[in-house]
């Protein structure tokens, strides 16, 4: 098993954006300024080359990581889009990955525009994306070669080499700034704020059914968005909400579900336009305007069940959020979509009573959080699905703890990480883990649950499940490693 690391002085720990395959003496110039600090893909991995052969998400995926290995994301930007993922021209470039990465997660990011810039209708599209998601990243002045140098000659005398902080802090401190400095998402925010450009042409259909697929054997979070960013930006040639496009709403559903999915797990609850809170809004819009001919239940019931998504969003959003009085707002409007979610939809309701209990748990209403999960439980037995019955036990033995039932609650969450773990459900998983430190905590066993919170650390980092990262549990980790009660052999 692998975890990111961090760099080092001996590691580029500065990214050259692959924007501009034309001109490579530029960037051999700008390379050159410090080779063992600016990484540069044709320098440093020339395999990773569509037109020699190198599979298209082999190269995506190292371009990710790398940029979430950086302490400064540089980009150059000409008028040249970048070669497409899918060898085509309507499809999304790697280029616009790499952008994606950066825009969305990078604290440090510095955009130049060379001269002469006259970006073509995909590039004006992709930035104004970029404008939506970070308002004044990209500069609105051209700059010479000469200038650009400089400007990034300034950039590695102030960014000294340094351990850079965590991916999971880093993304956590991003999120937060971007909600301080312009407000947290309003309850009916959308999915980019509907600002969708075309790269070309319609959507093609066995592009994105191929990347849909391919999720089934995904388990990295983060792979996951990756490859839903590269199927939305395909579908933003057919926008959601106009009627001639119908055809495209279900793959736009699939989508934008998968996104919302992984968002939550990566951490970005909260964040404007790109959060779960976004994608369930566009979900909701899309939901009523599909034609569910042959589905097994009517419209309301996928309309309705999108409702407790968002009521899912709300708690963790309200679980961010500074004040009591905002924290109690969508406390609120999380338990009022619920609760219309379990009134009105068909068939299994374990899942929205999980959703109630959380919520009543943060409201301190714990006998309420009690019954919920106690039905879910039954529900979940009655199927007879392991995880499912896993996380019930862990949500009834965070309960059970919380009243002082150690032993009940204890072996619940034990019970709970193990059908979770052979269930391969790995957030819930995690979550469990951080709940059993708690309960071993208050068993007066703290060698117990520190190495429960380092498992679930470790965890984390493997499948990028970054949101269930905090502060206080890479202290812990750190420490524990520093003072040699807890290493990798440990979690091998």
Request: aromatic share 10%.
């Amino acid at each position: 098993m692998m975890t990111a690391k961090s760099p080092t002085a001996s590691q580029p720990d500065i990214f050259l954006s692959s924007a501009f395959r034309d001109f490579l003496d530029f960037r051999a110039e700008i390379r050159g300024l410090d080779p063992s600090r600016i990484w540069a893909v044709e320098f440093e991995r020339p395999d990773l080359d569509d037109r020699k052969g190198a599979p298209a998400f082999t190269i995506v995926d190292t371009l990710v990581e790398q940029i979430r290995r950086s302490g400064v994301f540089v980009c150059v930007l000409r008028d040249w889009y970048g070669s497409s993922v899918f060898k085509d021209t309507e499809s999304v470039s790697f280029f616009e990955t790499e952008i994606y990465q950066a825009a969305l997660y990078h604290n440090n990011v510095r955009f130049f525009l060379l001269e002469p810039f006259n970006p073509s209708d995909k590039m004006n599209g992709l930035l104004d994306i970029v404008d939506v998601i970070r308002p004044g990243i990209v500069p609105k002045r051209t700059q010479s070669k000469a200038e650009i140098l400089d400007d990034i000659k300034g950039i590695l005398e102030h960014q000294k080499p340094k351990r850079r902080q965590s991916w999971a802090l880093s993304l956590r401190k991003l999120v937060s700034e971007l909600a301080l400095r312009r407000g947290h998402p309003k309850p009916d925010i959308e999915f980019f704020d509907r600002v969708f450009r075309s790269p070309a042409g319609h959507p093609n259909k066995d592009h994105v059914q191929q990347l849909l697929n391919d999720l089934g054997a995904e388990s990295g979070i983060e792979k996951r968005l990756t490859r839903m960013w590269i199927a939305l930006r395909e579908l933003a040639a057919a926008p959601y909400d106009r009627s001639e496009f119908a055809e495209y709403l279900p793959y736009w559903n699939e989508a934008l579900g998968a996104w919302a999915s992984a968002a939550a797990w990566y951490g970005l609850h909260g964040h404007l336009y790109a959060g779960r809170l976004a994608a369930v809004n566009s979900m909701l819009k899309i939901r009523a305007a599909m034609k569910w001919t042959g589905a097994p239940h009517d419209p309301g019931h996928y309309i309705h069940g999108t409702k407790g998504g968002r009521a899912s969003e709300y708690y963790s959003m309200a679980k961010l959020l500074p004040g009591r009085e905002a924290r109690a707002l969508y406390l609120g409007l999380a338990l009022k979509d619920v609760n219309e979610a379990i009134n009105s939809v068909s068939g299994d309701l374990s899942g929205y009573l999980a959703i109630r209990g959380h919520i009543h748990h943060m409201q301190g209403a714990l006998r309420e959080a009690m019954k919920d999960f106690e039905e879910m439980g039954r529900l979940r037995e009655a199927k007879g699905e392991q995880g499912g019955v896993g996380e019930a036990r862990a949500d009834l033995g965070l309960i059970q703890i919380k009243l002082g039932e150690f032993r009940e609650g204890r072996k619940n969450l034990l019970d709970g990480v193990a059908m979770l773990e052979a269930a391969e459900r790995h957030g819930f998983a995690i979550r469990a883990r951080k709940r059993l430190a708690l309960a071993e905590l208050r068993s007066f066993h703290p060698h117990s649950a520190l190495k429960e919170i380092c498992v679930a650390y470790d965890k984390a980092q493997e499948f990028q499940i970054y949101g269930q990262i905090t502060p206080l549990m890479e202290w812990m980790h750190d420490l524990a490693c520093k003072i040699g009660i807890w290493s990798r052999r440990d979690f091998d």
